[in-house]
C-alpha cells in the first residue's frame, strides 16, 4: 500500500516568506507527527497529532511554526516570516491508533521529507 | 525526559566483517527503543525495536539489537557488513505511553570494498 506521502520534496523560499509543507499519512492512521532534521542532526520531535487536534506541540521552536489537520487525515506544517535557520528537511511520520491488534509500541511510518532551503 | 547518545558519528567497516554501532539512552521510566535507517533522500526506515520483551530484537536485513538495562545500552550489530548497508542509523528512545520520539545524533555507517 502507499506509505506516507509529502509535498513538495524541495522547495527553496526567500527569508521573510511564508511557506507550507504538506503531509498525507498512511489511510487509516490516526496520529500523525512532524519533526525536523537538520543537516548531520538527527531529527527533532516538533509537533503530535492524535486525529484532529494537536497533542503535543512542545516541539515547535517558536510561534512563526504552525500546524493543522482540520480532517484527521492531511497535514499542513506552516512556517512564517521564514528564516535561514529554518533549512532543515521537515519529516513528518504516522502511526495507526492501537487496538486488539496493533501494538502502542509507537511505531512510526516516516516520509521521505521536504527539504527546505531559505535564502 | 529522555535522550539518547550514539556513540561516534562516522563508523567504518571493510565488507563482511562485524558492524557495531553504539547506543546509549536515558530515560526514567521504562523505554521503548529503536533502530532507523536512512538511506540518501529518503525518509527513516524501521529496522527493529526493543518493547520489553526479549532483550536480544532481531530486525531486517540481518541486524540485531540487544537491550541491557544494567548498561542502559541498545547497541546494532550485524555478523556481516554487505555494501548495501551503507547508510545512516538512528537510535531513538520513546518513553511508554508518550508519543514522540528522541533521537540521537545518528551514526553514518561506510563499506569498504
Known amino acids: 500500500g502507499a506509505g506516507v506521502s509529502q509535498t513538495p520534496s524541495n522547495k527553496v523560499t526567500e527569508k521573510g516568506k511564508y511557506v507550507e509543507l504538506r503531509c498525507d499519512p498512511i489511510?487509516?492512521?490516526?496520529?500523525l507527527y512532524w519533526y525536523r532534521q537538520s543537516l548531520g542532526q538527527g531529527p527533532e520531535f516538533l509537533i503530535y497529532?492524535?486525529?484532529?487536534?494537536?497533542?503535543?506541540d512542545s516541539g515547535l521552536p517558536n510561534d512563526r511554526f504552525f500546524a493543522v489537520r482540520p480532517e484527521g487525515s492531511v497535514s499542513t506544517l506552516k512556517i512564517q516570516r521564514t528564516e535561514r535557520g529554518d533549512s532543515a528537511v521537515y519529516l513528518c511520520?504516522?502511526?495507526?491508533?492501537?487496538?486488539?491488534?496493533?501494538?502502542?509500541?509507537?511505531?512510526?511510518?516516516f516520509g521521505p521529507g521536504t527539504r527546505l532551503t531559505v535564502l | 525526559a529522555q535522550s539518547v547518545t550514539q556513540l561516534g558519528s562516522h563508523v567504518s567497516v571493510s565488507e563482511g566483517a562485524l558492524v557495531l554501532l553504539r547506543c546509549n539512552y536515558s530515560?526514567?521510566?521504562?523505554?521503548?527503543l529503536f533502530w532507523y535507517v536512512q538511506y540518501p533522500n529518503q525518509g527513516l526506515q524501521l529496522l527493529l525495536k526493543?518493547?520489553?520483551?526479549?532483550?536480544l530484537v532481531k530486525g531486517i536485513n540481518g541486524f540485531e539489537a540487544e537491550f541491557k538495562k544494567s548498561e542502559t545500552s541498545f547497541h546494532l550489530t550485524k555478523p556481516s557488513a554487505h555494501m548495501s548497508d551503507a547508510a545512516e542509523y538512528f537510535c531513538?528512545?520513546?518513553?511508554?505511553?508518550?508519543?514522540?520520539?528522541?533521537f540521537g545524533q545518528g551514526t553514518r555507517l561506510t563499506i569498504n570494498p
Open positions: 530515560s526514567s521510566v521504562p523505554p521503548y
Open positions: 497529532f492524535q486525529g484532529t487536534g494537536a497533542a503535543d
Open positions: 489511510s487509516g492512521h490516526t496520529a
Open positions: 511520520a504516522s502511526r495507526p491508533h492501537p487496538g486488539p491488534y496493533i501494538p502502542i509500541y509507537n511505531e512510526q511510518f
Open positions: 531513538a528512545v520513546s518513553a511508554q505511553g508518550a508519543q514522540k520520539l528522541v
Open positions: 526493543y518493547t520489553s520483551a526479549a532483550t
